[in-house]
């Protein structure tokens, strides 16, 4: 494969946006790449996402629609150790505390109130809403529906889904190949295979009833490979949330 050095002079604003178009993967370099000034129109194509900043002068946010606004947990700065753990390794929270709601939503028909009142602790999903800088802390702005569940303790395993949701508890990786060899944990294939831990009251019908879902506490199941939300319980295991509809099969 071909090598190539990039220095300053052989790159400039005029030529950088030769490469626009090119996906990342379409271009390797084997060599350091040294760039040196590049002036700002270099990178016109680089987005950063940050928080919204809500001016001092607004005191309050009020969600429409079926739409909350949750205060986001900080995040840990130390290992359960005890050990101080740098921003780049600082886990991003995926919890909070509900702070205001929306006054309803939709359901075809049928106007409801939102599933979760003021004060609920609740997960959400990873990219999920619209993340705000209001009073000097980080809230997040996501509609109901993106709420995972409510987990009133520091267990994973506690979490009430929501809606549609079901959390599982992932079964375990094989340690060993079918001819008897050890796997490393890097060659362990992750499984799609759990036991429903627990599961949500259902989503909405056109008339605002709940439709009980598919699969029941106890049920062994087969899910969508790079479905839901993971997490780690404090007890070492492995939990999923997903949708029932991510869940293929039930397994006996």
Known sequence: MATAQLTACSIS???VSSFEGLRPSA???????????????SFRGLVVKAATVVAPKYTAIRPLGDRVLVKIKEAEEKTDGGILLPSTAQTKPQGGEVVAVGEEKSAGKSKIETSVQIGAQVVYSKYAGTEVEFNGAKHLILKDDDIVGILET????DLKPMNDRVLIQVAQAEDKTAGGLLLTEATKEKPSIGTVIAVGPGPLDEEGNRKPLSVNPGNTVLYSKYAGNDFKGKDGSDYIALRVSDIMAVLS
Request: aromatic share 4%; proline share 0%.
């Open 154 to 157: 520091d267990e994973i395993k």
């Open 13 to 15: 604003s005029r030529n």
């Open 27 to 41: 271009v390797q370099f084997s060599s350091v790449v040294r760039i040196g000034t590049i002036t700002q129109r």
